[in-house]
């Protein structure tokens, strides 16, 4: 006997979609590689700590070099974080989207 499982989402992003913001109206999708469908939320500036040495992720104390491959420009200039186990906050960082800091 074959089962077959169907996803139906009732609200209005999938899971590996970042909900609308005034720079992103349309919101926008995390790349799979980052997200596989639930790994990625947005988090508050405070959660992550921006220094000389990289990104620090509050939760978890792990840091991230600023020139780490997981480093992506975020499109709606906030912060959002992808870790393992659906995005807990023992998740080990998969990709940091970070606000552009640039002039």
């Excluded at 639930?38 to 508050?44: I, K, P």
């Excluded at 393992?84 to 023992?90: F, K, L, S, V």
Aim: proline share 7%; aromatic share 8%; with cysteine.
């Amino acid at each position: 006997m074959a089962l077959g499982v169907v996803a139906i989402s009732a609200g209005e992003s999938w899971p590996h979609d970042a909900l609308p913001t005034a720079a992103a109206p349309q919101g926008w999708s995390y790349p799979f590689a980052c997200c596989a469908n639930y790994d990625c939320r947005t988090v508050r500036d405070a959660d992550v700590v921006e220094g000389a040495r990289g990104y620090e992720i509050r939760a978890t104390g792990e840091l991230i070099p600023m020139r780490d491959k997981r480093v992506k420009d975020s499109p709606d200039g906030q912060f959002h974080w992808c870790a393992h186990q659906a995005g807990i906050d023992a998740g080990k960082t998969i990709c940091l989207f970070v606000p552009s800091r640039g002039s």
